[in-house]
T-cell receptor
C-alpha cells in the first residue's frame, strides 16, 4: 500500500530557531513530491520536487528530495510565530495519479 | 478573484438528510478533486474529474456522488448523511490532465452531522 510518513507529528520551538521536518514515502511510480502549509483553512502550496539533490528555496524555507533514500526534508530558518501551521507532505503516484498526503507535522512557534 | 471557491463554508444537518457542496474554479484547469479531512487533519482523496470524466474513484460509499456540469465545476452530493461523514471537505484543481503539478485548494466546507 502506498504511504507517506511525516515526522515529527508535532514540534514546539521558539522564535529564531531552525527546524527540519521530515517526509518519507513508499509509492508506486513516484512522480513528484509536494509540500503544503495549512493554517486554519486550505492548504497552500510551498514546493514541488521532482529531482534528487536540487534544493528549492523560498525566503527562509527550503526543501530537498532524495529519490534514492525516498525522503524529503523541509527546513525553516529563523522561525517566526507566523510559521505556526501544519506542514503537509504529499506524493503523486503514477498509476492512478493520486496525490497521497502524510498526516502532517504541527509546528508551533512560541514568541 | 478567488481561484477555487466552495459553498457553503459551514453545513450543519441531521442524520439521514441529503446535502450538496458546490465547487468552482476559474483557473482553466482540466482536473478537479474532492478530499475529506478528518478530525486528525488527515487529507484523503475521494474523487477526481478530468474533462467531465471520472478518472479516480476511491473506495468511498456510494452515498457520495460527484457531479460535474462543466469543466469549471465539480459538486459533491451526499445522500443519507451519517455521523461519520462529519469532516472538512476540500475541493481542489490542477492543470493539464496527466501532469503531476500543484493542486490549488478551495477554502473547505465544514460538515457537521448531528
Amino acid at each position: 500500500e502506498d504511504k507517506v510518513v511525516q515526522s515529527p507529528l508535532s514540534l514546539v520551538v521558539h522564535e529564531g530557531d531552525t527546524v527540519t521536518l521530515n517526509c518519507s514515502y513508499e509509492v508506486t511510480n513516484f512522480r513528484s513530491l509536494l509540500w503544503y502549509k495549512q493554517e486554519k483553512k486550505a492548504p497552500t502550496f510551498l514546493f514541488m520536487l521532482t529531482s534528487s539533490g536540487i534544493e528549492k528555496k523560498s525566503g527562509r524555507l527550503s526543501s530537498i528530495l532524495d529519490k534514492k533514500e525516498l525522503f524529503s526534508i523541509l527546513n525553516i530558518t529563523a522561525t517566526q510565530t507566523g510559521d505556526s501551521a501544519v506542514y503537509l507532505c504529499a506524493v503523486y503516484e503514477g498509476s492512478q495519479g493520486n496525490l497521497i498526503f502524510g498526516k502532517g507535522t504541527k509546528l508551533s512557534v512560541k514568541p | 478573484d478567488t481561484a477555487v471557491s466552495q459553498t457553503p463554508k459551514y453545513l450543519v444537518t441531521q442524520m439521514g438528510n441529503d446535502k450538496s457542496i458546490k465547487c468552482e474554479q476559474n483557473l482553466g484547469h482540466d482536473t478537479m478533486y474532492w478530499y475529506k479531512q478528518d478530525s486528525k487533519k488527515f487529507l484523503k482523496i475521494m474523487f477526481s474529474y478530468n474533462n467531465k470524466e471520472l478518472i479516480i474513484n476511491e473506495t468511498v460509499p456510494n452515498r457520495f456522488s460527484p457531479k460535474s456540469p462543466d469543466k469549471a465545476h465539480l459538486n459533491l452530493h451526499i445522500n443519507s448523511l451519517e455521523l461519520g461523514d462529519s469532516a472538512v471537505y476540500f475541493c481542489a484543481s490542477s492543470g493539464l490532465a496527466g501532469t503531476y503539478n500543484e493542486q490549488f485548494f478551495g477554502p473547505g466546507t465544514r460538515l457537521t452531522v448531528l
